[in-house]
T-cell receptor, first 114, second 112 residues
Framework: DAKTTQPPSMDCAEGRAANLPCNHS???????VYWYRQIHSQGPQYIIH???NNETNEMASLIITEDRKSSTLILPHATLRDTAVYYC???????????????FGKGTHLIIQP | EAQVTQNPRYLITVTGKKLTVTCSQN?????MSWYRQDPGLGLRQIYY???????DKGDVPEGYKVSRKEKRNFPLILESPSPNQTSLYFC???????????FGPGTRLTVT
């Protein structure tokens, strides 16, 4: 079963903030929320991750709701180069040790319009 | 430059002919992993390694082998490839596993 739900596609105007939602209603207390993106068939690129607090780095901001059942990735000033598939992933350590693999679902295809 | 490299980038082979896809990272990362990507299925983890000589199965390990004899290298071995292993393969590394993962450029494999 998918741990996350994302809209299949979204459009955003260049220069505007892109807000990408993700539902993870079954997230457990030790699971982190990760965001990656993939441009065409290149290797996925890490964007940001968090556990419960909001996080910000040079690429984006991650807002996690207080109940942790959903989150939003914000690209503050989208450019044409931000057109990509964005993946929201929840992950934690495997019970037997070792990090749980990142399970990439279908993600959201974000298209930045000029 | 910090990077993950994979070779070859493209490979067409025939059923049953053993092949190895190499993966190397120059960041002294402990954790390395292999994924395959198929249309409609997303990326799925094949094997991962927490450190030298420590490997474990991911979600789709059948038909694959790995080894981790050195920290920087994590080759993926297909002993007897079959057409259902036609896919886009990615190697990734990270300092400890639950943090930022760096992905290689991918290897597109076709098995006829």
């Amino acid at each position: 079963d998918a741990k996350t739900t994302q809209p299949p596609s979204m459009d955003c105007a260049e220069g505007r903030a892109a807000n990408l939602p993700c539902n993870h209603s079954t997230i457990s207390g030790n699971e982190y929320v990760y965001w990656y993106r993939q441009i065409h068939s290149q290797g996925p690129q890490y964007i940001i991750h968090g556990l419960k607090n909001n996080e910000t780095n040079e690429m984006a901001s991650l807002i996690i709701t207080e109940d942790r059942k959903s989150s939003t990735l914000i690209l503050p000033h989208a450019t044409l180069r931000d057109t990509a598939v964005y993946y929201c992933i929840v992950s934690s350590w495997r019970s037997g040790g070792g990090a749980d693999g990142l399970t990439f679902g279908k993600g959201t295809h974000l298209i930045i319009q000029p | 430059e910090a990077q993950v490299t994979q070779n070859p980038r493209y490979l067409i082979t025939v059923t049953g002919k053993k092949l190895t896809v190499t993966c190397s990272q120059n960041m002294n990362h402990e954790y390395m992993s292999w994924y395959r990507q198929d249309p409609g299925l997303g990326l799925r983890q094949i094997y991962y390694s927490m450190n030298v000589e420590v490997t474990d199965k991911g979600d789709v390990p059948e038909g694959y082998k790995v080894s981790r004899k050195e920290k920087r290298n994590f080759p993926l071995i297909l002993e007897s490839p079959s057409p259902n292993q036609t896919s886009l393969y990615f190697c990734a590394s990270s300092p400890y596993g639950l943090d930022e993962q760096y992905f290689g450029p991918g290897t597109r494999l076709t098995v006829t």
